[in-house]
């Protein structure tokens, strides 16, 4: 496998995408989408006061860039997911096959190929994001994390739409199944962490010490009430969230610092870590990892739990949601290539050579 036989196939992939002539015009829309949120964003945000709300910039960015993720997830399917059958039914494929390239080479040559047009799309966004970054709250820092963990995320949408390309012999099929995929990492996720958070959670007692020295004379007053309580243990079901692509682009969102020098005009208190909606996210996700600690306080006996009461946030979650998302995108190549080796003993039923 070399370098240059990658490079063959993706500028060949790029020229047939230039060639076609629409994805021209699904840039031009997919920018004037985001052009368009950004102006009735920004208008909304217009409508509160500076003193009501200082860190333009944080609001702005942060709405922005969950809004680019999930207009990206709708569009990124879509170039990669016919990347291999459309070829097979066009008779290149086998042309392709035959010469000296390896099925290594085919595959990540078409995996560029897609992720470098799903990188322009991303690119499209740097003059919002520097607008965004003019209304303040907005580091260069942040900017960079969250830029590479969004093209990381369309990686993987890319490598599991092309390893779909190559297994499905319609091409209809495979761009549908790239969809569903996608709906499955962003909505299924959500759903399966519901419904095992609710299969998996306990019933606990929980117990109170009152304080009968302050009841009326001659009334009843129990000293100890215990009573059983169902809780969810999301400490033990977090990972299931974690592979979400809007989970991992928030949390790995660098927090913004407690603790901000005051600005002339706003309220005492008023920070961009309150504001920012990536970091609000990234940390109610955190919270999910924390589990229960025992207090004694507030006329508690031991055994009464509180759900992290004092605690810090918990442990980041978007180091395993974007390790599961790339070795998911690193297994569909894999699998993609062994799909296209030659010689091939035994092609899928309605599959032809060329």
Known sequence: MTAAGIATVARQEFRLRIRAGRWKGLL???????????VLLRGSLANVTDDDLPFTGTVLYGGLMLFVLGLALLVV?????????????????ATLQVTRLSAAEITLGKFVAAWGTALVFLALTSPLVAYAMTQDGVPLGRVVVVTLVLALLLGTVCAVSLWLSSVLTRTTTSGVLAYLSVFAMTVGTLIV????????????DQTFRNDCSQAPPGSSCEEVVTFATTRARTDRTWWLLAPNPFVVLADAAPQLPQEEPARDGTEPGVRARDLDPLGQIGR?????????????DGGAVPGFEVEGAGQDDGAPVWPTGLAVNVALAAGALVLTARRLRTPTRQLPRGQRVA
Not at 193 to 204: D, K, N, Q, R
Not at 284 to 296: F, G, K, N, Q, T
């Open 284 to 296: 109610l996700v955190r919270d999910l990892r924390v589990p229960p600690i025992e207090a004694d």
């Open 193 to 204: 962490f519901g419904l095992v958070t609710a299969v998996t959670s306990e019933t606990v």
């Open 28 to 38: 031009a829309v997919f920018f004037a989408v985001l052009l368009g949120f950004t």
């Open 77 to 93: 399917p879509a170039l990669a997911a016919q990347s291999v059958n459309g070829d097979r039914e066009r008779g290149t494929l």
